[in-house]
């Protein structure tokens, strides 16, 4: 699976973006999906994930509320879309597949890495 994260730009804080992430191969709805985050200076962070089939999704508390991870298996894309971006949210982001356990993923182990997109929020 190869994932291609896009969407990312720079915006004013209170605003929005959506990001994409397309994957080729067939197997893409057999994968959990999540992002990720690495602020500079900072560790990559969890953001979000989304089961195969888009039935339960999580969030990181720091982005719960105001965050939304989607996923079209139909088009073999996952989405992160981000309202009331604030400051703080600046960071380059990553897509990422796993087909292990959640936690697996979670704690950064996915099979598969999106080469980032950089979110800019301006204050």
């Known amino acids: 699976v190869q994932l291609q994260a896009s969407g990312g730009g720079l915006v004013q804080a209170g605003g929005s973006l959506r990001l994409s992430c397309a994957a080729s191969g067939r197997t893409f709805s057999s994968y959990r999906m999540g992002w990720f985050r690495q602020a500079p200076g900072k560790e990559r962070e969890f953001v979000a994930d989304?089961?195969?089939?888009?039935?339960?999704?999580y969030y990181a508390d720091s982005v719960k509320g105001r965050f939304t991870i989607s996923r079209d298996n139909a088009k073999n894309t996952v989405y992160l879309q981000m309202n009331s971006l604030k400051p703080e949210d600046t960071a380059v982001y990553y897509c990422a597949a796993s087909s292990k356990s959640r936690a697996v993923l979670v704690g950064g182990n996915a099979d598969y890495w999106g080469q980032g997109t950089l979110v800019t929020v301006s204050s």
């Open positions: 989304i089961t195969w089939s888009g039935g339960i999704t």
